[in-house]
């Protein structure tokens, strides 16, 4: 999956279907946006591709799926808002990263690889705006975003992340989650795909029987510390939570630098805390001698 890029250009073009009584044809929008026409039919074309027009005979108009939609929405609830400064460029992708839970510029570079320069940029437009919330932890500036009243901006890019990613699942597979340029996924059926999660345990000491296959696209070669996370996004039931202790049993000098939310409460099982939804100490006991784990 390619990074979320919409030029200026295509930002503009998609503002003004969204905002016409009807479906548009190409010398309209090549004379309002003052395009040359073969510009404009490549703006047009990389907006049906991304999922947000599509060509009704000669015309133009929005597209029909949730994306194109959450757009509409958006427009209507914010019609005079400058529509560049929301989303041109790689906005996408950081307003993607921006959540409730407060984060640095510093994690914002890292989560999305937009250069730290353009990422104050980009939140410098969104403070002014309103579209993000700031706040001071210890020296730095920490940012979350604005749901009260940006709702159905944040509804769109999520909405329009979620479709460029679709395309990238086969038919044949289930979405577990989009990273920056991934996605994770798993499907009863054996398919073209790098194996990930549960499904590369094997690989690491912890045989396992499964009922589905895990993977991740684009294919790439994995470390151990991405396939743990992939697994750790992969576990819903108790027993993928104990596959996912036992893993990091079985690698842990390897595994104990990994940062993602469900460590706390893996550290705590293992302290012998009960912790909601997680093994006990000893169902986890009961198995690592199976793995030949030392515990």
């Known amino acids: 999956m390619r990074l979320m890029r919409l030029s200026e250009s295509e930002v503009q073009a998609l503002t003004?279907?969204?905002?016409?009584?009807?479906?548009?044809?190409p010398k309209d929008l090549s004379r309002t946006l003052n395009l040359r026409p073969e510009t404009l039919s490549r703006v047009t074309t990389t907006l049906v591709n991304k999922g947000l027009l599509e060509r009704e005979?000669?015309?133009?108009?929005?597209?029909?799926?949730?994306?194109?939609?959450?757009?509409?929405?958006l427009y209507f609830a914010?019609?005079?808002?400058?529509?560049?400064i929301l989303f041109a460029d790689r906005r996408v992708d950081l307003l993607f990263k921006i959540e409730n839970i407060q984060k640095?510029?510093?994690?914002l570079e890292e989560e999305t690889a937009i250069p730290r320069k353009t990422i104050y940029r980009y939140l410098k437009g969104f403070l002014h705006l309103g579209v993000v919330k700031r706040s001071k932890k210890g020296r730095a500036f920490i940012f979350s975003f604005n749901y009260i009243i940006w709702k159905d901006l944040?509804?769109?890019?999520?909405?329009?992340?979620?479709?460029?990613?679709?395309?990238?699942?086969?038919?044949?597979?289930?979405?577990?989650?989009?990273?920056?340029?991934?996605?994770?996924?798993?499907s009863i059926r054996p398919l073209d795909a790098t194996a990930t999660s549960f499904s590369a345990y094997g690989d690491y000491g912890i045989e396992l029987v499964?009922?589905?296959?895990?993977?991740?696209?684009?294919?790439?070669?994995?470390?151990?510390?991405?396939?743990?996370?992939?697994?750790?996004?992969?576990?819903?039931?108790?027993?993928?939570?104990?596959?996912?202790?036992?893993?990091y049993l079985k690698n842990k000098d390897k595994l104990e630098g990994v940062d993602h939310t469900m460590m706390k409460s893996i550290l705590a099982v293992l302290?012998?805390?009960?912790?909601?939804?997680?093994?006990?100490l000893e169902d986890i006991k009961d198995r690592t001698e199976l793995y030949g784990i030392e515990f």
Not at 16 to 25: I, R
Not at 157 to 168: F, M
């Open 78 to 84: 914010h019609r005079a808002s400058p529509f560049p």
């Open 154 to 186: 944040k509804d769109f890019v999520t909405k329009l992340i979620e479709y460029q990613a679709l395309r990238l699942v086969p038919r044949e597979g289930l979405l577990i989650k989009i990273y920056g340029n991934s996605v994770l996924f798993k």
């Open 104 to 107: 640095s510029v510093k994690v």
């Open 16 to 25: 003004l279907v969204a905002g016409s009584e009807k479906a548009l044809h």
């Open 271 to 280: 302290r012998g805390e009960q912790i909601k939804g997680y093994p006990t």
């Open 210 to 247: 499964l009922r589905d296959n895990y993977y991740t696209l684009p294919k790439m070669k994995l470390s151990i510390q991405e396939i743990f996370i992939h697994s750790l996004d992969s576990a819903q039931e108790l027993s993928q939570k104990l596959f996912c202790i036992l893993f």
């Open 57 to 73: 005979g000669k015309e133009i108009a929005l597209a029909r799926n949730p994306a194109a939609e959450s757009f509409k929405r």
